[in-house]
């Protein structure tokens, strides 16, 4: 079992079922009936209520035991999900296949970050946009999640380097905010908010 699959094992849902509040504050820049991916969508809560709002969503993670719960988050709330179980380690998804990537708090080691960025932004189609949310360096001076490896947490400029030359910037900030999702969010965070769009 690994280490995802141990943590979503537990009772409930560790970040809750409601959906990130930086996503559904920017999901306007999505247009309606989007395809949209959500990679390390983990217990489901952002692409079951992407799905609630109508688009067709794919929701992929490295945890079987996450997507069964995205899938039963789905059951109940009436709508369809497609999951996808893959590591972003290698994982491709099709190039321009997408109309917009969500990436909330998905942390991976430098080995493989800045591949896996690039996998995900080249699957966007043309004017398609990646929201993203995952947490700064200075969140090690915080109790609120994350991991506890400073290698893992990301910046407004490391983001734009990965995504050079494939996405253009539209928001990039840094700052504190409260987080309020589910057992394993909770309290002041230091988080980077970045969108980038993919060129027409």
């Known amino acids: ?16 079922t409601a959906p990130n509040a930086f996503l559904v504050w920017q999901s306007p820049r999505i247009p309606p009936g989007s395809d949209v991916l959500v990679p390390g969508d983990g217990e489901g809560r952002n692409g079951v209520w992407l799905a609630q709002q109508g688009h067709r969503v794919t929701a ?17 709330r009436g ?3 497609q999951t996808v ?16 990537v969500v990436l909330t708090f ?14 995900l932004a080249a699957a966007l189609r043309p004017g398609g946009c990646l929201l993203l ?3 700064h360096p200075q969140q090690l001076q915080h109790a609120s999640g994350g991991p506890k490896d400073a290698a893992m947490l990301v910046t407004p400029e ?7 030359g494939l996405l253009d910037e539209r928001m990039a900030w840094d700052g504190e905010v409260t987080l309020d999702e589910g057992p394993g969010h909770q309290g002041l965070a230091h988080v980077v908010r970045w969108i980038g769009r993919a060129p027409d």
Request: avoid cysteine; hydrophobic fraction near 50%.
């Open 85 to 100: 179980l893959g590591d972003l380690a290698d994982w491709a998804p099709e190039p321009a296949s997408f109309d917009a």
């Open 60 to 76: 992929m993670d490295g945890s079987a035991v996450g997507l069964e719960k995205a899938q039963a988050l789905a059951t109940a």
């Open 1 to 16: 079992m690994n280490f995802w699959d141990q943590n979503f094992a537990v009772a409930g849902y560790k970040y809750g």
């Open 106 to 119: 998905v942390h991976l080691p430098p080995s493989i970050r800045r591949g896996a960025h690039r996998r």
């Open 158 to 164: 490391l983001l734009r380097a990965d995504f050079e």
């Open 79 to 81: 709508v369809a999900l």
């Open 133 to 135: 949310e995952a947490f």
